[in-house]
């Protein structure tokens, strides 16, 4: 539908601008917040190999920090630091966060596998045998592309509950969401299918996440308990999501208008226009290059799933298909590809995803700027995590259930590592649920629904930024496009609770 003349549509702000507004508003925290600490102790708890002695904190332990008063001691955040206590200054925040990782709101290593992983895909793209093999793909696959969306959303979602990393899909969409703008959807579909359904499947995953493990482990539950009910909500997240991106991708199919991305998306389908027109058969240097990115494909995936590879492995393994795709470019003279093509290449292909390496950089200073997320040290974070617990003690078994939520939610815009969540939260959480009368197996569902899907909104989630810098959309975009069908994501995880509750999910 076309907007009124004159009428102006209003404009979400730039995700780096949200940002240094959370920093300034922590800025303040530091200002009125005392700071607070939790002691450690020693528990026995249920783990895959039967039970452990582990060191956890004592969600009963918590203490102020005070002066020699005997007053509650406040440690202002300066504005260039890192001051005489430690505390990193408002202003290096963000090279705090880009040099730091251990007590900061990400993998530390996040930063250099967008970089890898960008310039990587940088070196395939000059070779020219991606958007060849689009082409290709497109052209055989005319009759039943309609099938596309809710497929590859499927196989997201698996890969999301089997693997339970969402980085993965970031190398993936880098061929999944030009092939979907070819078939006449857009960028957005191809957001749907990569990170969206990969996220879902991670939020009601009932095998493999590290996030959901050392939540449960904490918890004093066995560990991957209650797979059968998270079974069944991964079931409602992916049925449901799978039909939405079903009708969303078929709606732009029919006119490619309705969707906000479609300038950006024209330049792309443009580009396969001119190359459509001189499209010819795929020579052997081509054939190989295909060849090497299957099998990278198919290694990550096997790494993933039987050897637990770790970012760094796959950001080796795509560095090592970007350098043998590129000698291969330049021997076969693929796109009149030269030498000196491969490191412009790759620079370029960094540069995609700079944006996403300063998002993580910010979010990782905004949590030095409060102390950092060392539970035995002095911080803000632990003081308003003791007061979110105090408060949540007062309220009846669901209310409470629903604030943990909210609160995992909230907590995710300072803190979007969901292993660094759970270790912070649920030495506090978990125990509370006992006095709420809520299982603690309603608080590590509330923890796994909130740290997840508030992966979908949040301007200080590197993934989530990492994709919609490969799909070349804005993140204010992405909310306007839709927030109605996350807002449903989100009351589904309401339901989900309140059932659970009912039902006396332990």
């Given at each position: 539908?076309?907007?009124?003349?004159?009428?102006?549509r209003l404009q979400p702000p730039h995700p780096f601008l949200v940002i240094f507004a959370a920093m300034l508003f922590a800025l303040v925290l530091t200002f009125?917040?005392?700071?607070?600490?939790?002691?450690?102790?020693?528990?026995?708890?249920?783990?895959?190999?039967?039970?452990?002695?582990?060191?956890?904190?004592?969600?009963?332990?918590?203490?102020?920090?005070?002066?020699?008063?005997?007053?509650?001691?406040?440690?202002?955040?300066?504005?260039?630091?890192?001051?005489?206590?430690?505390?990193?200054?408002?202003?290096?925040?963000?090279?705090?966060?880009?040099?730091?990782?251990?007590?900061?709101?990400?993998?530390?290593?996040?930063?250099?596998?967008?970089?890898?992983?960008?310039?990587?895909?940088?070196?395939?793209?000059?070779?020219?045998?991606?958007?060849?093999?689009?082409?290709?793909?497109?052209?055989?696959?005319?009759?039943?592309?309609?099938?596309?969306?809710?497929?590859?959303?499927?196989?997201?979602?698996?890969?999301?509950?089997?693997?339970?990393?969402?980085?993965?899909?970031?190398?993936?969409?880098?061929?999944?969401?030009?092939?979907?703008?070819?078939?006449?959807?857009?960028?957005?579909?191809?957001?749907?299918?990569?990170?969206?359904?990969?996220?879902?499947?991670?939020?009601?995953?009932?095998?493999?996440p590290a996030a959901l493990k050392i939540a449960q482990e904490i918890a004093g539950v066995p560990v991957f308990s209650g797979a059968g009910f998270r079974f069944?909500?991964?079931?409602?997240?992916?049925?449901?999501?799978?039909?939405?991106?079903?009708?969303?991708a078929w709606r732009v199919h029919e006119k490619a208008s309705r969707s906000l991305s479609y300038e950006n998306d024209m330049r792309y389908r443009e580009k396969?226009?001119?190359?459509?027109?001189?499209?010819?058969?795929?020579?052997?240097?081509?054939?190989?290059?295909?060849?090497?990115?299957?099998?990278?494909?198919?290694?990550?995936?096997?790494?993933?799933?039987?050897?637990?590879?770790?970012?760094?492995?796959?950001?080796?393994?795509?560095?090592?298909?970007?350098?043998?795709?590129?000698?291969?470019?330049?021997?076969?003279?693929?796109?009149?590809?030269?030498?000196?093509?491969?490191?412009?290449?790759?620079?370029?292909?960094?540069?995609?995803?700079?944006?996403?390496?300063?998002?993580?950089?910010?979010?990782?200073?905004?949590?030095?700027?409060?102390?950092?997320?060392?539970?035995?040290?002095?911080?803000?974070?632990?003081?308003?995590?003791?007061?979110?617990?105090?408060?949540?003690?007062?309220?009846?078994?669901?209310?409470?259930?629903?604030?943990?939520?909210?609160?995992?939610?909230?907590?995710?815009?300072?803190?979007?590592?969901?292993?660094?969540?759970?270790?912070?939260?649920?030495?506090?959480?978990?125990?509370?649920?006992?006095?709420?009368?809520?299982?603690?197996?309603?608080?590590?569902?509330?923890?796994?629904?909130?740290?997840?899907?508030?992966?979908?909104?949040?301007?200080?989630?590197?993934?989530?930024?990492?994709?919609?810098?490969?799909?070349?959309?804005?993140?204010?975009?992405?909310?306007?496009?839709?927030?109605?069908?996350?807002?449903?994501?989100?009351?589904?995880?309401?339901?989900?609770?309140?059932?659970?509750?009912?039902?006396?999910?332990?």
């Open positions: 539908m076309q907007e009124k003349k004159g009428k102006k009125l917040v005392p700071l607070g600490r939790y002691e450690l102790m020693q528990v026995t708890a249920l783990t895959e190999n039967g039970q452990q002695t582990q060191t956890v904190v004592d969600p009963d332990s918590f203490r102020y920090i005070l002066d020699e008063n005997n007053e509650r001691v406040t440690y202002p955040a300066p504005l260039f630091g890192p001051s005489s206590h430690g505390r990193q200054g408002m202003m290096n925040v963000l090279f705090a966060g880009l040099e730091y990782g251990e007590q900061a709101a990400g993998t530390a290593g996040l930063i250099a596998y967008m970089l890898v992983i960008g310039g990587s895909f940088g070196i395939l793209m000059r070779t020219g045998v991606l958007d060849q093999s689009i082409l290709r793909i497109v052209h055989r696959t005319e009759e039943f592309i309609m099938l596309f969306p809710p497929i590859l959303f499927i196989l997201f979602a698996l890969a999301g509950a089997f693997f339970g990393f969402s980085e993965g899909a970031i190398p993936l969409a880098f061929f999944v969401v030009p092939l979907l703008i070819a078939m006449g959807f857009d960028a957005v579909t191809g957001v749907l299918v990569t990170f969206v359904a990969t996220q879902l499947g991670i939020t009601a995953s009932w095998c493999s069944a909500l991964w079931l409602v997240f992916i049925l449901l999501g799978a039909g939405y991106t079903t009708y969303y396969l226009e001119k190359l459509r027109d001189r499209r010819d058969s795929m020579k052997l240097g081509s054939r190989l290059v295909l060849l090497v990115v299957a099998l990278t494909i198919v290694w990550m995936l096997w790494g993933a799933l039987t050897m637990s590879y770790a970012l760094s492995d796959i950001a080796s393994l795509f560095f090592v298909m970007a350098v043998v795709s590129g000698i291969l470019g330049t021997a076969f003279h693929l796109n009149g590809m030269r030498l000196s093509d491969i490191p412009r290449a790759f620079q370029a292909g960094a540069s995609d995803l700079v944006g996403a390496v300063i998002v993580v950089g910010m979010a990782q200073g905004m949590v030095l700027l409060l102390g950092g997320i060392n539970p035995t040290d002095a911080s803000v974070l632990n003081t308003i995590l003791h007061w979110a617990a105090r408060a949540l003690g007062e309220l009846p078994g669901v209310l409470a259930s629903w604030l943990m939520y909210i609160f995992h939610t909230g907590l995710s815009f300072v803190v979007p590592s969901d292993t660094g969540q759970a270790s912070l939260t649920m030495p506090v959480m978990a125990p509370l649920a006992n006095s709420l009368g809520v299982s603690r197996q309603i608080s590590v569902l509330a923890f796994q629904l909130g740290g997840s899907l508030s992966h979908l909104i949040m301007p200080t989630s590197g993934c989530l930024i990492g994709i919609l810098s490969v799909a070349h959309l804005e993140w204010g975009d992405w909310l306007r496009a839709q927030w109605k069908a996350l807002a449903v994501a989100f009351g589904i995880g309401f339901l989900a609770l309140t059932v659970g509750f009912l039902t006396g999910y332990a």
